[in-house]
């Protein structure tokens, strides 16, 4: 009985901040994009990566105020940086990127974001695998 009531107490908590969440963001929001310099996270070498200067957002009137970079390479420890102030991929970053080998793998996350109306917004990250 005492798991049961734990459970169903996780699964209205959960549907709670699903509902919040929902309330909070718009929809057409929701579908926005984040790319680096407009080029596709499928299609993107390191030579863009390292010549790259903003993180782009497809939709007008949204503005990057924040996010973070993590890549993970074979055999080697993590490296993580965060850019807190604007869109700018820093010189830091993209020396770090001419360092990816084949296999590396580069997470974008936690792209925070403002609207024309200044409501804060967080976007999905972009995953990025080094061929």
């Known amino acids: 009985m005492k798991y049961l009531f734990s459970l169903l107490l996780l699964t209205a908590t959960n549907f709670s901040v699903q509902q919040i ?7 057409s929001f929701l579908n926005c994009i984040a790319s680096i310099d407009g080029i596709d996270s499928k299609l993107i070498t ?3 990566l390292a010549n790259a200067k903003l993180l782009q957002v497809d939709s007008a009137g949204i503005e990057i105020t924040s996010f973070k970079v993590s890549i993970y390479s074979k055999n ?10 604007n869109d700018i ?14 296999g590396s793998k580069i997470y974008i996350e936690y792209i925070r974001c403002v609207d024309p109306n200044k409501i804060s917004h967080t976007l ?5 695998k080094i061929k």
């Open 46 to 48: 390191v030579e863009q």
């Open 76 to 85: 080697a420890s993590p490296v993580i940086m965060a850019n807190n102030v």
């Open 124 to 128: 999905s990250p972009i995953a990025i």
């Open 89 to 102: 991929i820093t010189a830091e970053m993209k020396k770090a990127f001419t360092f990816c080998k084949s």
């Open 21 to 27: 969440f929902a309330q909070n963001a718009s929809e």
